[in-house]
């Protein structure tokens, strides 16, 4: 069975500078993808970034980033130039092959401006 | 031109009634899902279709019955509503296929109260 930890219950940062969310998986799928969303207070889930496990290469979208250690099965989002508006739950996701998509239990990141 | 929409947004009820929520999408997607996310943020899926036959059912009481009339929208009905059934309930669809198609995306969430 898949499973996700995010450890952070809660992170927070100023704004302008970087912060990195950590999330840890654990799949028997050697073909699966992994996600991150946001939810920020409208309660609507957002997709921030995608990573699929066969690309080496780590995955971008404008300031965020992740971090993909696959034999550490490791899978961590890193928003830079932080602004008030990335304040929100993330959620760290993984879906193998056919199964189910699993979501971690979510970080809730704070914007101090 | 929302992707994923439901309706209602939110939902009051007394305990013991049915209620329904309806969800569409205009995505082309061939996959849908519903999830529901409790007190605690953490969101977990219930059921899933691909063209309108389940593939996903989770360990959920006989109460939720979903139903998909084609594969642009899938609806919850549920019946006997219960105190623990108050939570947010998400729609989500994505296309079958592997690669950028394994994206689910969601739509706005239902909240649903029942005193």
């Known amino acids: 069975a898949q499973t996700v930890t995010q450890s952070q219950p809660e992170m927070s940062v100023q704004e302008a500078e970087t912060v990195t969310l950590s999330c840890t998986y654990d799949t028997s799928e050697s073909d699966y993808y992994l996600f991150w969303y946001k939810q920020p207070p409208s309660r609507q889930m957002i997709l921030v970034i995608r990573q699929e496990a066969y690309k080496q290469q780590n995955a971008t979208e404008n300031r965020f980033s992740v971090n993909f250690q696959k034999a550490a099965k490791s899978f961590s989002l890193k928003i830079s130039d932080s602004q008030l508006g990335d304040a929100a739950m993330y959620f760290c996701?993984?879906?193998?092959?056919?199964?189910?998509?699993?979501f971690g239990k979510g970080t809730k990141l704070t914007v101090n401006p | 031109d929302t992707a994923v929409s439901q309706t209602p947004k939110y939902l009051v009820t007394q305990m013991g009634n049915d209620k329904s929520i309806k969800c569409e999408q205009n995505?082309?997607?061939?996959?849908m899902y519903w999830y529901k996310q409790d007190s605690k943020k953490f969101l977990k899926i219930m059921f899933s279709?691909?063209?309108?036959?389940?593939?996903i059912n989770e360990t959920v009481p006989n109460r939720f019955s979903p139903k998909s009339p084609d594969k642009a929208h899938l609806n919850l009905h549920i019946n006997s509503l219960e105190l623990g059934d108050s939570a947010v309930y998400f729609c989500?669809?994505?296309?079958f296929g592997g690669g950028d198609k394994e994206t689910q995306y969601f739509g706005p969430g239902t909240r649903l109260l029942v005193l």
């Open positions: 996701a993984s879906k193998g092959g056919s199964e189910k998509l699993v």
């Open positions: 279709y691909n063209n309108k036959e389940l593939i």
């Open positions: 989500a669809s994505s296309q």
């Open positions: 995505l082309g997607h061939d996959t």
